[in-house]
């Protein structure tokens, strides 16, 4: 006769087991977002905004004209952004450090998906939807903002670059229009 | 009753069963503390909140507006393409009439681009090949006034929006038939090969075939290159490059171009010129 009150300790300490080492994973995971949350301010974008992606180029503010860095008369930095199959428009923005700086990106295809590196700003692009991401960049020099959510043959070749210039460098135009030329 | 039995199964698992569900609930609950009360306090002063409304945010009865409200601006796109691939386009696309497109294309279209769309006069593009959305587009365009050339301007100011579209459909139809004509007649190039079929990721530079071989899955509006002729294909990059052209959406090819050298506009015409006849 098998011995099935033996079998079943056995099976029930293998189960124990592998059930505190997932919970283990678990709680490891829910830290690590407690820890970027708190530490790194990384945060689920705040704002649903949406937007048409089909007529974004045709009028409004993702028109090509509105695009890249612009002070409002406030003296608030907004930074606007198309993700599109397979590039960045504007390839280069400037953007003051130190200061509050206003990001948002729309994308007129598919879902495009972006980082600027060593710093907070992680968002993705979905078409149909205004991401926002405010944030201030405290390190100076060219960042580079990868797509980094898979968007078709050229994703690869996807990037463009964050220019964090000290505030005395910072000079809009008289437009309010900041530009990396 | 047997050891094994389903309702003996079930009465031993019971005790499980339900440290289980505690443990899966408690996992959640500790979930939804920690996202919906503790990261908001944390963050609120980032988005200047008070903690009722970032804790009424999170959970989702509250909806999360612009912290910084934007100007509405009313900037206008000319002369960038007015073509917007929405329902109407589509439909009309769809709906329009091939045989109404060959008249118009007999009378007018084949003293350029060939017959059958196949263009003997390198400066101007061959129009096999190419999808309707792409012919639509670039029609559309002259249309507007948002590409302009001395012929195609005042030809596609002439016609309706209907009309055009049975052109580009009656064009459209060839597509299948020339994919699968001619071989290219690649140069030795090994650089300019790489270029069109893998890009350059340190230039920001994407491959030529990720968005121009049919059903690359680019935007809808883009044509095919192979079997172009090599003229117009480097006319249109250098009008790309010094801004003559600005048809193209998002700046998608003015940016590529002006990237690209001499050299490179030169190799890569070459090496999309089909040997179509
Ligand atoms: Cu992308």
Redesign the interface.
């Given at each position: 006769m098998i011995d099935h009150g033996a079998t079943e300790r056995r099976i029930l300490k293998t189960e124990l087991r592998w059930a505190v080492f997932v919970g283990f994973l678990v709680l490891m995971i829910l830290g690590a977002i407690v820890y970027a949350g708190i530490s790194m301010h990384i945060n689920p974008p705040s704002n649903r905004e949406f937007i048409d992606p089909k007529t974004l180029h045709l009028s409004g503010e993702f028109t090509e004209a509105n695009l890249g860095t612009s002070v409002d008369t406030d003296g608030q930095v907004t930074t606007r952004v198309i993700a599109t199959q397979f590039s960045f428009v504007p390839q280069c923005v400037v953007v003051p450090a130190n200061r509050t700086v206003t990001l948002r990106f729309a994308s007129p295809d598919v879902i495009h998906g972006i980082l600027v590196s060593g710093t907070n700003v992680n968002t993705m692009v979905v078409p149909g939807y205004v991401s926002q991401v405010h944030t201030e960049f405290t390190r100076t020099g060219d960042l580079l903002m990868p797509c980094h959510e898979y968007c078709g043959f050229g994703h690869s070749q996807m990037l463009a670059t964050v220019r964090v210039v000290p505030p005395e460098q910072f000079r809009p135009g008289p437009d309010g229009k900041v530009t990396c030329g | 009753m047997n050891?094994?039995d389903p309702i003996e199964q079930s009465a031993l698992d019971r005790r499980w069963r339900l440290w289980a569900s505690a443990?899966v609930g408690g996992?959640l609950v500790?979930?939804a503390v920690?996202g919906m009360l503790?990261?908001p306090n944390?963050?609120r002063e980032?988005?200047a909140l008070d903690l009722w409304t970032a804790i009424c945010?999170a959970v989702g009865i509250t909806?999360?507006?612009?912290?910084?409200r934007?100007?509405i601006?009313?900037?206008?796109?000319l002369p960038?393409?007015?073509v917007?691939?929405?329902p109407d386009v589509l439909d009309i696309l769809a709906n329009a009439n091939p045989q109404q497109g060959a008249q118009i294309a007999a009378q007018v279209c084949v003293a350029c681009h060939g017959e059958n769309g196949v263009s003997s006069v390198l400066e101007y593009p061959s129009l096999a090949g190419q999808s309707s959305a792409a012919i639509y587009k670039q029609l559309s365009d002259y249309r507007s006034g948002a590409r302009v050339h001395e012929l195609m301007t005042p030809y596609a100011a002439q016609l309706t929006v209907p009309q055009l579209a049975s052109v580009s459909v009656y064009y459209g139809r060839f597509a299948q038939q020339a994919t699968g004509l001619g071989g290219r007649d690649l140069p030795g190039d090994d650089y300019i090969v790489k270029l069109a079929r893998e890009?350059?990721?340190a230039r920001?530079?994407?491959?030529c075939?990720?968005?121009h071989v049919p059903g690359?899955?680019?935007?809808i509006e883009t044509p095919v290159l192979t079997g172009q002729n090599l003229q117009y294909l480097a006319a249109q990059l250098r009008a790309y490059k010094t801004g003559d052209r600005q048809n193209d959406?998002?700046?998608?090819m003015r940016?590529?171009s002006e990237k690209l050298t001499e050299q490179e506009i030169d190799g890569l015409a070459r090496y999309y010129r089909g040997v179509l006849f």
């Amino acid at each position: 006769m098998i011995d099935h009150g033996a079998t079943e300790r056995r099976i029930l300490k293998t189960e124990l087991r592998w059930a505190v080492f997932v919970g283990f994973l678990v709680l490891m995971i829910l830290g690590a977002i407690v820890y970027a949350g708190i530490s790194m301010h990384i945060n689920p974008p705040s704002n649903r905004e949406f937007i048409d992606p089909k007529t974004l180029h045709l009028s409004g503010e993702f028109t090509e004209a509105n695009l890249g860095t612009s002070v409002d008369t406030d003296g608030q930095v907004t930074t606007r952004v198309i993700a599109t199959q397979f590039s960045f428009v504007p390839q280069c923005v400037v953007v003051p450090a130190n200061r509050t700086v206003t990001l948002r990106f729309a994308s007129p295809d598919v879902i495009h998906g972006i980082l600027v590196s060593g710093t907070n700003v992680n968002t993705m692009v979905v078409p149909g939807y205004v991401s926002q991401v405010h944030t201030e960049f405290t390190r100076t020099g060219d960042l580079l903002m990868p797509c980094h959510e898979y968007c078709g043959f050229g994703h690869s070749q996807m990037l463009a670059t964050v220019r964090v210039v000290p505030p005395e460098q910072f000079r809009p135009g008289p437009d309010g229009k900041v530009t990396c030329g | 009753m047997n050891v094994g039995d389903p309702i003996e199964q079930s009465a031993l698992d019971r005790r499980w069963r339900l440290w289980a569900s505690a443990a899966v609930g408690g996992i959640l609950v500790v979930g939804a503390v920690i996202g919906m009360l503790v990261l908001p306090n944390f963050q609120r002063e980032n988005a200047a909140l008070d903690l009722w409304t970032a804790i009424c945010r999170a959970v989702g009865i509250t909806e999360g507006s612009p912290a910084y409200r934007q100007p509405i601006t009313t900037a206008q796109a000319l002369p960038v393409s007015q073509v917007a691939w929405d329902p109407d386009v589509l439909d009309i696309l769809a709906n329009a009439n091939p045989q109404q497109g060959a008249q118009i294309a007999a009378q007018v279209c084949v003293a350029c681009h060939g017959e059958n769309g196949v263009s003997s006069v390198l400066e101007y593009p061959s129009l096999a090949g190419q999808s309707s959305a792409a012919i639509y587009k670039q029609l559309s365009d002259y249309r507007s006034g948002a590409r302009v050339h001395e012929l195609m301007t005042p030809y596609a100011a002439q016609l309706t929006v209907p009309q055009l579209a049975s052109v580009s459909v009656y064009y459209g139809r060839f597509a299948q038939q020339a994919t699968g004509l001619g071989g290219r007649d690649l140069p030795g190039d090994d650089y300019i090969v790489k270029l069109a079929r893998e890009g350059d990721s340190a230039r920001a530079l994407p491959a030529c075939d990720s968005c121009h071989v049919p059903g690359a899955g680019g935007p809808i509006e883009t044509p095919v290159l192979t079997g172009q002729n090599l003229q117009y294909l480097a006319a249109q990059l250098r009008a790309y490059k010094t801004g003559d052209r600005q048809n193209d959406v998002y700046r998608r090819m003015r940016d590529i171009s002006e990237k690209l050298t001499e050299q490179e506009i030169d190799g890569l015409a070459r090496y999309y010129r089909g040997v179509l006849f």
